[in-house]
Structure formats: structure tokens, C-alpha cells
């Protein structure tokens, strides 16, 4: 197909898919004439993979490109969560984060098979420094339930990862996962918050608390 | 205590806690000279809230402001909570998020009792209609755990929210537990998959993956 209907298929416009060759997002399509190229169906899927990490996923072009690349090079999948983590994380000064708080992470992950410079242990890290910097203490009841529900989340990412065939589908479903994920619980976990409230202070008493 | 303390007790510079002050971030000391203020206990706390807010919640000077006003209105608590929501999350152009996906949300949280446009409902629509549109069929299972672990979580804040004495405190940990909340637990969750996937395809398996 042309470029034109690759734009209507995608609903994504001419300027941003040029945006997306000239990035390196987007595979050139197969020459076809002096200006002209065709693309296929794998360049769709691809178009609405990029859209989906940039728009949604809020990930810069350069960590885009890593993520597609991660994809692309064919290595194996822990490889491409590695890249899809980084990718999909505030960037951390490991350097500055505080031990203390690295101690309480380990202590809660005990027994977990991790590199200890990934993101994952420095984030949560730089988290409960910050909430305890702030003055919250004794919470280390809430930090326990919150691992018990990142291990089942990771459980529901990997199963849904099993369960796509080939080594290219795998691939997306982690990187796609991974960054949206995120969000996806961000908004689950405020309306159940919501909810839960709702239900432990019921109007007449919400309007005394 | 002069502002000089109120840096040194919190590791806060003073060009910082001035711009707090000019920002409303901060309520201003007790004059106690012609050009110098008096500040207590209270003033520290509130700089190490502050601070945890902008430097690791990386909320907007705009989105802090917002938040330490619903704390000093003394307004009901599921008010801040919906305050905190609002702040610690990516605008969302409501207008634009797909009926489809909010249809599915809708069916995935049936029974719950929260306010239709609130921030979760349309993050959550976001996040799974850039998903399903990257060409992500048949999560469905993935995302009803999600929701299963979304509830566990919202229970726990609760929890440790109940856990706290006094309004003000109870709106403090609303704040900080909601903002740090889902950095916390995007850092686990990043640990946990590499846990699990470590476990599931152990290193033979996993270099011919």
C-alpha cells in the first residue's frame, strides 16, 4: 500500500509517519518508483505500536527507538523487559539513592531473582525514601501488600506474554504491557480507591469526617 | 527556628524553601525582627511533604499547591483524596477517550461506586484502548487480575490511611501514599517480572528463547 492509505489504515497522519522513517521507528517501505514506496502489514501493526508507546506510554522518540530495536534484534525476551523497563521509567539517579530504603526493598523482596541495578529495586527505593522523608512511618504493613500485588501483577503479565505465540508477538505483548501497564493500574487503583472509600465512609458519615 | 534551621533540619536549600515560600507552598513564618521569621515544627513538616511531592511524586509546583490546599481546607477526605488523584496523574482529555474502552472499563469495575469522571475511569480507558489499538487482543483475563490487584492495593492504602491519627495527618499519608503510591509500585512490579521471568526460563531455556 501507499504511504496515503497506511495513514488511513493507522488513523495516524502523513507528517507523523514521515516523523517515524525519519526516526528510525518505522521501517522504509519497499521502493516502488522514483518516490515512491510501498508498505505492508507489518508496518501497520508497527505504526500502531509506535503510536501507542508515544502517545500513551509518554515515551520520548529515543526511548521508543530502543524499545522497537529491543524487538527487532531477536535476543531473548528478558532482554526486551530489560529494555521496555528502562524504557518506561523516570530516569533514576542510582548513585543518589538512599541505602536505607535500598535495605527495606531487599528485605521485602527476599529470595527474588533480580539485578540489583535495574530500575525496578531503585524506583521502589527512591518511592519509600520519599514517603518516609516526608514523615510517614510505620507503614511497613502497606509496603508488604504492595509486593504481594506487584507479584501478582507480573504473574498476569507473564501468563498474557505465554500465552502469544512466536518470538515477535511476545515481544510487543511485553513491551506494550509493560508501558501501559503502569497506567492501566495507575487508573484501576484510583477508582478502586474511590469505591473503597466510598464504601468504608458512606455519605452520612463522609460529610462528620 | 530561623529559615536557616528549617534548611538544616530538612536538607532543604534556602533559595528552595524561599521559592516554597513565594509559591505558596509554605506558609510564611512569624515575623519576628524587621527582616527575619520565626518557624516551628509544623513548617518542617510541611517542607519534607513539599519536597517528596515535587521531587519524587514530580508533581507541578500548580499540582502541589493544589494538594497542600486540600489538606489545610480541612474538607472531607475523600475530597482530598480525589484532589491527590487529580494531581498525580497525566491530564486526560476526557473529550477524547474511546466509549469502547470506557465501556470495558465499565464492565470491569461493575459495582463499584465511584464518580464517572474522575481521573481513574479515563486513565484506565486510555491505557487499554492504546493497547487494544497497538493490535493487543484477548487480555481480557489480564485485565480483570488487574483489577483484582488494584483492589488489594486501594484496600491497603485505606488501611494505612485508618492507620493514622487526626485529620491532618490522615490527609497527609492520603497525599503522599496516592503520589508515591504508584511509583512504588511500578518499581516492584518491574522487579517481580524479572523475578518471575528469571523463574519461569532459567538461564539455559532463556538463551534459546
Known amino acids: 500500500m501507499k504511504i496515503s ?33 510501498s508498505y505492508d502489514d507489518a508496518h ?44 518506561a521509567s523516570t530516569p533514576v539517579d542510582r548513585e543518589r539513592t538512599s541505602d536505607l530504603a535500598l535495605t527495606t526493598v531487599d528485605r521485602l523482596t527476599q529470595g527474588w531473582d533480580f539485578h540489583a541495578d535495574g530500575p525496578g529495586r531503585h524506583l521502589a527505593a527512591n518511592a519509600i525514601a520519599a514517603f518516609e522523608s516526608a514523615g510517614q512511618h510505620d507503614a511497613a504493613r502497606w509496603y508488604e501488600r504492595y509486593v504481594e500485588a506487584a507479584l501478582l501483577i507480573a504473574q498476569a503479565d507473564l501468563d498474557l506474554v505465554d500465552s502469544r505465540d512466536g518470538r515477535e508477538a511476545k515481544a510487543e505483548t ?6 501501559l501497564g503502569d497506567t492501566l493500574l495507575a487508573g484501576l487503583r484510583r477508582a478502586a480507591q474511590e469505591h473503597i472509600a466510598n464504601t468504608r465512609y458512606p455519605m452520612t458519615a463522609r460529610n462528620s469526617t
Chains 1, 2 share one sequence.
Open 5 to 37: 492509505e497506511l495513514s488511513e489504515r493507522t488513523g495516524v497522519s502523513l507528517p507523523t509517519l514521515k516523523m517515524y522513517l525519519r526516526e528510525g521507528l518505522l521501517p522504509q517501505g519497499v521502493k516502488s518508483g522514483p518516490n515512491q514506496a
Open 44 to 87: 501497520v501493526q508497527r505504526v500502531r505500536l509506535v503510536h501507542g508507546l508515544l502517545r500513551v506510554g509518554g515515551l520520548s522518540i529515543a526511548a521508543a527507538r530502543d524499545v522497537v530495536s529491543a524487538i527487532d534484534s531477536g535476543g531473548p525476551l528478558v532482554h526486551t523487559f530489560g529494555v521496555a523497563q528502562e524504557a
Open 174 to 179: 511485553v513491551v506494550l504491557g509493560t508501558v
